[in-house]
T-cell receptor, first 113, second 114 residues
Framework: DAKTTQPTSMDCAEGRAANLPCNHS???????VYWYRQIHSQGPQYIIH???NNETNEMASLIITEDRKSSTLILPHATLRDTAVYYC??????????????FGKGTKLSVKP | NAGVTQTPKFQVLKTGQSMTLQCAQDMNHEYMSWYRQDPGMGLRLIHY???????DQGEVPNGYNVSRSTTEDFPLRLLSAAPSQTSVYFC?????????????FGQGTRLTVV
């Protein structure tokens, strides 16, 4: 079973920041938080991951709370092309079964004009 | 650099037929996996492999076989297709260690079993 809890759906106005929350209260010390998204019927796409420090790349920012029990993915200026299902996943960094990506149902983000 | 390539993109099978879904990657990734996605659902892990010659079962392995004879290829076999196997299948690959362990996914194979 997925170890994360996400809202089923969210709306965001085009050009505004989209903040997608994720709860992972049972996260272990060696597990990372990963975010992927799936744009209509395509294969999932990696966005970002982090352990305990905040992370930023060209796509998004990831804010992880100090106790690591929750995180927020931030898309700073959402566009219509960001409409997708966003998955928050916790997993260890190394291989083997503990490194498998186990998907929940994710959050359906709709960016509206 | 093609990434992860899945073939075919679409397939219709009759109940009881067999077929192999192909997956190839050119990134020298040790880890490969197969998922299925049913309407309105997240992806469910079928089988995975941490390297050539090594495979293991995921969440929903029944009805599927896999093998990993090379690093590049990870085919998924349906021995006797059933309507319950109608789904979209995704293959993924990644490194198994280090910082850059993000998974790369193929574009999917849409399978209908009638």
């Amino acid at each position: 079973d997925a170890k994360t809890t996400q809202p089923t759906s969210m709306d965001c106005a085009e050009g505004r920041a989209a903040n997608l929350p994720c709860n992972h209260s049972t996260i272990s010390g060696n597990e990372y938080v990963y975010w992927y998204r799936q744009i209509h019927s395509q294969g999932p796409q990696y966005i970002i991951h982090g352990l305990k420090n905040n992370e930023t790349n060209e796509m998004a920012s990831l804010i992880i709370t100090e106790d690591r029990k929750s995180s927020t993915l931030i898309l700073p200026h959402a566009t219509l092309r960001d409409t997708a299902v966003y998955y928050c996943i916790v997993r260890v960094m190394y291989g083997g079964s503990q490194g498998n990506l186990i998907f929940g149902k994710g959050t359906k983000l709709s960016v509206k004009p | 650099n093609a990434g992860v390539t899945q073939t075919p993109k679409f397939q219709v099978l009759k109940t009881g037929q067999s077929m192999t879904l192909q997956c190839a990657q050119d990134m020298n990734h040790e880890y490969m996996s197969w998922y299925r996605q049913d309407p309105g659902m997240g992806l469910r892990l079928i089988h995975y492999s941490v390297g050539a010659g090594i495979t293991d079962q995921g969440e929903v392995p029944n009805g599927y076989n896999v093998s990993r004879s090379t690093t590049e290829d990870f085919p998924l076999r349906l021995l006797s297709a059933a309507p319950s196997q109608t789904s979209v299948y995704f293959c993924a690959s990644s490194l198994t260690g280090g910082r850059n362990t993000e998974a790369f996914f193929g574009q999917g194979t849409r399978l209908t079993v009638v």
